[in-house]
Each structure stands twice: as structure tokens, then as C-alpha cells.
């Protein structure tokens, strides 16, 4: 018999990136997750200001008046997540006196005939506090214009956005050559109830580099096809639209992040 005692060898804290530890769903590369040969067609328009405060962490602050949003769908080609479609709301905002963008909700969706896109879905909420969620994202091309679709569930459609290019422009004309930093609201629930064991917001920097001959502005049109309590992207209902952008873009995430707020040290001991 072996004198060696019977406990785990395996070190939870240097095991590996994330779960699960001995082969982790998703890791950095060295300079995080390239997004090669990507896409975006997106709809910048107003919205009501109460509906934009009531979803809005206390310490921001928008930036327009009348508040601005800007919804994308996203074709994601990358290494390290996959290949998957994406429909994220951006909201304008100015945290500390300088503009950035605050994402309140996320989807993201497999592509025909593929598993769901795990990966994407669990770096952006475990590590970024990125609201994803699972939708069915589909683009169509047709008629000069590109379409977006999102359903929640199948057969639920939640948003149409669509952009007819009407000049390519590059990036710098557009106002696109320099991405805005990315903020979120991180919630880590407690097991053992109570306040949530996590609540931040996080400042994420992710350059975006836009291809210079596919770059495009033209009009645009955002619909929320119906209401849902579940999914309340409806809240941000459009007053009027500005302008449609798309452009095929890299860009690489990279693997650190800032915390910027951590508002349980703001909450008074209970």
C-alpha cells in the first residue's frame, strides 16, 4: 500500500484560467482575443432621458441631451471564442468628466447549424461583467440594405435594425477610428445570499481597427418589435434616429480589465 496520503493534488488557484480548472472553457491568448475579418451594422438614435436614467449605475451621466444609443449587430469571427453573432446597446455616457460607453444589454447566438457560443458568453460575464445572454441573431443582406434580427425566444422577435449604405467613408470621416472605453456593471451573486459578493463597474479598453475600404454611413432604422419583460431592450425606445454606420473591423481584446467603482464599499454595514 502507497504511504502517500489519499487528498486532491489538483491547486484551485493556479489550475487554470476558468472553469473548469483542468480544461478551461476559455483562456487569453497573449494579447487576449483577436476578432479578425469581424462586422457591424449599427443604428445611432435618441432616446427618452427617463428610460436612459432609470437603467444608468449611479456615477454616470449622459452625455448628449437628448440621451444618445447606439445598437449593433455583430458578425464575430475570432480566435479563442469562435465564430458567432452578437446584438449589443451601447449608451453615451460620461463617467469622471470623460465620454464613454455603458452597455446594458447583450446577446449573443450561434451560427447555423453550431453549438451555443459558450465561451463568448461566459468570459463576457464572468470576467467583464458583460450582460450576455443567448438570442437567435441573424443578419440578411438584400435591396441595398443590411438587416439585423433579434429573437428571444424563437419566434419572439425583440429587435430589427437595419442600415442602407450610402457612401463609404473612412473610418477617421466616420468618427470610428477611436473606439470609446467600454464600461460595465459587474454582479457576482452571493451562495450564501444576501448582497451580491461582486458589484463593480468595470472600464474596459478595446481598440477597434476599421477597415478603410468598408467603412459606411447611410440611413438607418431600429425597430423593438415587441415588449419584454424579460429582455426590456423596448425601454430604449427610439425618438429619432441619426445616422447608420457599418464597417468590417479587427480588433483584439485584451486580457485585463480596471475596476473603476466597487459600490459594496459605498453600501453602509447592515
Request: glycine residues 8%; proline residues 10%.
Amino acid at each position: 500500500m502507497s504511504n502517500h496520503p489519499r487528498g486532491g493534488r489538483l491547486d484551485p488557484v493556479t489550475a487554470g484560467y476558468s472553469l473548469p480548472v483542468d480544461a478551461p472553457l476559455y483562456e487569453p491568448g497573449v494579447r487576449g482575443w483577436a476578432y479578425r475579418n469581424s462586422f457591424f451594422a449599427g443604428v445611432l438614435y435618441e432616446t427618452e432621458e427617463d428610460a436612459f436614467l432609470d437603467i444608468l449605475p449611479a456615477g454616470l451621466t449622459p452625455t448628449h441631451s437628448p440621451p444618445q444609443v447606439f445598437i449593433w449587430g455583430i458578425e464575430c469571427r475570432t480566435t479563442g471564442l469562435g465564430d458567432f453573432n452578437e446584438m449589443k446597446i451601447e449608451m453615451l455616457v460620461d463617467f469622471e468628466g470623460e465620454p464613454h460607453v455603458y452597455c446594458p444589454y447583450i446577446m449573443v447566438s450561434a451560427l447555423d447549424g453550431a453549438l451555443a457560443p459558450d465561451a463568448a458568453m461566459a468570459v463576457g460575464r464572468e470576467v467583464i461583467g458583460a450582460p450576455k445572454k443567448i438570442g437567435l441573431i441573424r443578419f440578411r443582406r438584400d435591396a441595398n440594405q443590411i438587416a439585423v434580427t433579434l429573437e428571444r425566444p424563437i419566434g419572439k422577435r425583440l429587435v430589427t435594425l437595419s442600415i442602407g449604405p450610402k457612401e463609404q467613408l473612412t473610418p477617421a470621416e466616420l468618427g470610428i477610428d477611436q473606439a470609446l472605453p467600454n464600461l460595465y456593471l459587474r454582479v457576482i451573486p452571493n451562495p450564501e445570499g444576501g448582497r451580491p459578493s461582486l458589484a463593480e463597474l468595470i472600464r474596459y479598453e478595446i481598440p477597434i481597427r476599421c477597415s478603410e475600404t468598408e467603412s459606411f454611413r447611410g440611413t438607418g432604422s431600429i425597430v423593438f418589435d415587441s415588449p419584454s419583460a424579460e429582455d426590456p431592450w423596448h425601454r430604449l425606445r427610439p425618438v429619432r434616429v441619426l445616422q447608420g454606420l457599418a464597417a468590417r473591423f479587427d480588433l483584439d481584446i485584451p486580457p485585463v480589465a480596471r475596476i473603476v467603482r466597487d459600490y459594496l464599499q459605498e453600501v453602509r454595514p447592515e
